[in-house]
């Protein structure tokens, strides 16, 4: 009966807990009410009444936090513009949340999607290229990271205004490589030193090599040997009939991840981030690809020394580089022209060499603007980890091309599911041949679906 | 009933085994929501100290209490509003049955089976079309109607006698009084029970909310979930289970305290 | 005069029916009809159907392997869950069922998954499948067995998330199913032991029989909501490893919001929709004859 009371009790407390917050949050209500009303009959602000900009991103966890920081930080700087950032879910959830208020009074002011939703973007028909803006402004955009530029830029035009870039890269266990009698220093560069390398970590719990379960890992690997996604350019140049990711340089990347995968030297361990940089930091494998975002967490969680190295590459063919990861900024074409005068001010703000650096050390993505290297913040981090440098490095060393530049196709995030059921397909005895002609069949009907109802 | 000790203690020993199989993973998430993230690698179970340091950064990260107050309010509205509509409909069907009648209950029924995700995006175009997005209408007038809640409140309502209606039709009482005064008090437990249902549904919706609310006026609690979670970095299990803790809490007290009401009611449905 | 008379419990009753009529209407028939409409075209990049496919999207998905794997997957993962999380809380609702000192707080425990929304519960699940943190590795690592890929490995996605299922769903089957024990009469029990009668005999010809009527309830409710699983696999596996997860739900997600292909996603909600049609209708048909009525 005692413990029936308790609970009541309980149950009371939360009750109040309740009616505390609601009374609050009633406030809080009533105080955005009347700041709408204000902006609706104050068209002219008498002392400094803020223009609103929505910004929606897909950054959750600590780098939403490094988001909500850089925001604050701009409010406080400047008085005539009021950024509000706002989490939307996934970057794929956010994109549908797009799509189905585009060109509305909802829709917001900023959004960020992800490196392959560029060209679905482009062909919304929801967005301004910030290619206007920079037109408009004179911006100087020769300062930014060329590289990073590529990628966002179509037929010369700067569609979108890249913020957050990252590029893969492989790290390793030092500290393995010491035990297993490799040289910690001199870390594999091809697939047969990374399998030889792999043979020799193998060892008890421990694989030598692993790949996230992720169409981009693939994407880089074939790009780094020159080879192409899709035809026309990789989209580049005109319009994409079919994927020529099943080609020779795919089928090397399959057939390299099958050998390791016979032999009992690849470790899986999923799709989540969080999954293989657990098993990495816990001594499971001793070398995996990651995301640049990634390396000052693993650094700082793992016990042992992390060694950074460029994705390796096949013997037969030269190594070209990285295509660039991540997502950029884009701006919408249905909100008034003071908004968008506000959205832009806020996308040079981030472009600037000091919050380029804080951002570039709170979440490990790359700065987009070179400048931001020289900041003394970013050269204490980069002694304190010295694998930043070497993705950095790797991005500069990248040789321009139409493969390194990466691939323009709408229907990008449902070939990526292809790519990963071939993988895992692959892991289950697979013919790698067989299974990458079956993703890049499903690719082409989800090329064609698209290419039959564009232009309506 | 006599129960012999041997058969007693046999009892308890299955009952503990089962307890301790179904509240597992909760007692689990709730010492993991006291570590930090490399007790969490080492595997521990017992927490070093119980501080509250994930908790605090659970509610620095997110407006949490501003989403439990979401919650709350979309939940009680819903109930408020399912309850009603339901148990209309459903003094129809058993007191002023008509020609047809039988067919549109067949026809609300028949709406069980349809899932919801076949009908989430003509909706969801619907909700924006009205200008919805970003109110507690959109989140809460689609869920007013439920077959399940007319199913229910109907087998209950079949059992209060026809005669007692008949008898108040004579007496000159009407339609309406009858529903109010006679029906549904005399349904109390079918209606809380529906009324605890619907509040712990609404509760944890969560694709819906997810697709209706782009900021975090009317957000739900269960986004929250997602927040926590790390998408490109290594996740801080701490703080996600600590807001686990949060979120779970209020449905588990209310659950707890209407236990007993819940467990009676929801059987009405099940015997003719 | 006569004819609106007799009507009256038409006027009346349309009257009381109206809320209900116009929102099912509103948010379940016109959505309906919609997504049938939509299952024959194929729709551009912002989800407008603009290129008239007649059923070519239907012969589309019926003749892929990912749909039909799709669709065996569902199959399988109703078998797994229902019958099992119906048989635990049967038996956890027999037990509860006995007069014992502090049954209130059993009873309490039993119940709790119902409190416990499926975000939150695929996310603490999540952990536990961890493969090098979770607890269940840790467990099978301390008894010095091998650790399994609760949720990577092909052969046991399924398996995992059907668990998680079954312990969702335990609290409200226990509810449900303890409710209606305790509708069944004392008296009968008392006059059955009269009659020498032991635990399991009472158990066979009382109990189960009389509960009938709950666990038909209960069975038909649970393969409606089995067929519409999505949360938890959302969470977990995002439909794959190889997609052996990929329910049909989670697949017409992901055609429409993933690959915005609004056309096809349809097409199989209409195919998800008659598959549940079909069996509740096959459940009342066999299921009911064996329920016993008090």
């Given at each position: 009966m005692s413990n029936l009371k308790k609970l009541f009790a309980f149950g009371l407390m939360f009750v109040l807990m309740l009616i505390i917050s609601a009374c609050n949050g009633e406030e809080a209500a009533d105080e955005s009410d009347q700041t709408k009303g204000e902006t609706e009959e104050n068209?002219?602000?008498?002392?400094?009444e803020k223009v609103k900009i929505e910004f929606w991103h897909a950054m959750s966890g600590p780098n939403q936090q490094a988001i909500d920081d850089i925001v604050a930080d701009y409010n406080a700087s400047q008085d005539k513009y009021e950024v509000e950032s706002l989490f939307q879910g996934s970057y794929e959830e956010s994109l549908t949340k797009l799509r189905s208020?585009?060109?509305?009074?909802?829709?917001?002011a900023i959004m960020q999607v992800f490196e392959v939703g560029t060209k679905y973007m482009i062909e919304s028909g929801y967005i301004e290229p910030v290619q206007t803006f920079i037109d408009k402004d004179g911006y100087?955009?020769?300062?930014?990271?060329e590289n990073i530029l590529n990628y966002y830029s179509v037929d010369d035009q700067l569609y979108s205004m890249p913020f957050n870039s990252s590029t893969p890269v492989m790290l390793y266990n030092k500290d393995a490589f010491a035990a297993a009698g490799l040289d910690p220093e001199n870390p594999p560069e091809t697939f047969e030193e990374v399998k030889a390398a792999a043979e020799k970590l193998t060892n008890g719990d421990m694989k030598g090599f692993s790949i996230l379960l992720y169409g981009w890992f693939f994407e880089e690997m074939l790009a780094t040997q020159?080879?192409?996604?899709?035809?026309a350019d990789n989209g580049r140049t005109g319009e994409v009939t079919e994927a020529?990711?099943?080609g020779e340089e795919g089928r090397r990347v399959f057939e390299f991840l099958k050998e390791m995968n016979d032999a009992g030297t690849l470790g899986n361990f999923g799709s989540v981030w969080d999954d293989i940089r657990t098993a990495f930091v816990s001594g499971q494998v001793a070398m995996y690809l990651d995301s640049s975002a990634g390396i000052s967490g693993v650094v700082e969680s793992a016990p042992f020394e992390v060694g950074a190295a460029y994705i390796p590459h096949s013997e037969e063919a030269d190594r070209n580089g990285v295509i660039i990861g991540g997502a950029s900024l884009w701006m919408m074409n249905g909100i008034s022209e003071e908004e968008q005068a506000g959205a832009w001010d806020f996308m040079k703000y981030l472009q600037t060499a000091p919050v380029q650096a804080k951002w570039h050390v709170t979440t490990?993505?790359?700065?987009?603007?070179?400048?931001?290297?020289?900041?003394a913040i970013v050269k204490e981090r980069w002694i304190q980890y010295p694998q930043f440098q070497v993705t950095v490095d790797q991005l500069q060393d990248t040789k321009p091309s139409t493969a390194t530049q990466g691939a323009l196709i709408s229907v990008f995030p449902e070939s990526r599911e292809h790519i990963v059921t071939a993988i895992e397909e692959l892991y289950q005895g697979g013919d790698p041949q067989a299974v990458l002609d079956k993703a890049a069949e499903s690719t082409n009907r989800a090329i064609e679906i698209a290419n039959k109802t564009s232009g309506n | 009933m006599k129960m012999p000790l041997s058969q007693k203690v046999l009892f308890y020993i299955l009952l503990t085994i089962f307890a301790v199989l179904v509240f597992f993973p909760v007692a689990y998430a709730f010492l993991i929501s006291f570590m930090t993230p490399q007790e969490v690698l080492m595997g521990n179970?017992?927490?070093?100290s119980f501080s509250f340091g994930n908790y605090e950064q659970a509610f620095e990260r997110l407006p949490l209490l501003r989403y439990l107050l979401n919650s709350f309010v979309v939940s009680t509205i819903v109930m408020a509003g399912q309850v009603l509509v339901c148990a209309m409909a459903a003094y129809v069907f058993v007191?002023?049955?008509?020609?047809g009648s039988n067919l549109i209950f067949f026809l609300f029924i028949s709406t069980?089976?349809?899932?919801?995700e076949a009908t989430m995006i003509p909706n969801f175009l619907l909700v924006q079309g009205f200008g919805?997005?970003?109110?507690?209408m959109a989140l809460t007038l689609p869920f007013f109607a439920s077959a399940f809640g007319t199913f229910l409140l109907r087998q209950h309502f079949l059992?209060?006698?026809?005669e007692l209606y008949e008898a108040a039709q004579i007496g000159g009482v009407g339609k309406l009084k009858f529903f109010w005064k006679v029906v549904l008090p005399m349904s109390k437990t079918s209606v809380i029970t529906l009324g605890a249902y619907s509040f712990l549904t609404t509760w944890n919706m969560y694709l819906w909310p997810l697709l209706t609310?782009?900021?975090?006026?009317?957000?739900?609690?269960?986004i929250g979930i997602r927040q926590l979670q790390s998408n490109e970095s290594a996740t801080d299990w701490g703080v996600v289970m600590a807001g686990v803790m949060i979120i779970i809490l209020p449905t588990l007290i209310l659950l707890f305290l209407g236990q007993k009401q819940l467990q009676k009611g929801l059987t009405q449905g099940a015997i003719k | 005069m006569k004819l609106w008379k007799r009507s009256v419990n038409v006027r009346v009753g349309l009257l009381y029916l109206l809320p209900s009529i116009i929102l099912f209407s509103m948010f379940v028939f016109y959505p309906m009809a919609k997504t049938i409409y939509l299952s024959f075209f194929l729709t551009n990049q912002n989800g407008?159907?603009?290129?008239?496919n007649g059923i070519e999207n239907y012969t589309y998905i019926f003749s892929s392997d990912e749909f039909r794997n799709s669709m065996k997957a569902t199959l399988l993962f109703v078998i797994y869950t229902v019958p099992v999380s119906v048989l635990i809380a049967l038996i956890m609702a027999i037990l509860a069922?006995?007069?014992?000192?502090?049954?209130g707080f059993y009873r309490t425990i039993f119940s709790?998954?119902?409190?416990?929304s499926v975000a939150a519960s695929a996310v603490v699940w999540l952990f536990l499948f961890?493969?090098?943190?979770?607890a269940f590795n840790n467990i099978l690592k301390a008894i010095n067995l091998p650790a399994v890929q609760?949720?990577?490995d092909p052969e046991w996605a399924l398996l995992s998330v059907s668990l998680t299922t079954i312990w969702m769903n335990i609290g409200f089957n226990f509810l449900v199913i303890l409710g209606g024990l305790q509708n069944i009469d004392e008296s009968l029990y008392e006059s059955a032991t009269i009659d020498g009668a032991g635990y399991f005999t009472k158990l066979r010809r009382i109990t189960i029989p009389l509960l009938s009527p709950t666990l038909f309830f209960i069975i038909t409710i649970s393969l409606i909501n089995t067929f519409q699983s999505f949360g938890q696999i959302d969470i977990l596996?995002?439909?794959?490893?190889?997609?052996?997860?990929?329910l049909v739900v989670y697949s017409i997600y992901k055609e429409a919001?993933?690959?915005?292909q609004f056309g096809t996603a349809s097409a199989q909600a209409i195919v998800l929709f008659a598959v549940v049609l079909i069996v509740t209708i096959l459940q009342f048909k066999f299921g009911e004859r064996k329920v016993h009525y008090q």
């Open positions: 068209t002219a602000p008498a002392n400094g208020v585009g060109g509305t009074a909802d829709a917001p100087d955009i020769s300062q930014l990271e020159g080879g192409l996604y899709v035809d020529l990711f099943n490990g993505y790359f700065a987009i603007n070179p400048a931001a290297y020289d900041e | 179970i017992l927490p070093r007191f002023l049955p008509f020609r069980m089976m349809i899932p919801w919805w997005t970003n109110t507690y059992t209060i006698p026809y609310t782009t900021n975090d006026t009317v957000r739900t609690v269960q | 407008l159907p603009v290129y008239f069922n006995e007069k014992l000192k502090g049954i709790s998954t119902m409190g416990i961890h493969p090098s943190v979770g609760w949720l990577l596996t995002k439909g794959g490893p190889i997609q052996s997860t990929n919001f993933v690959n915005y």
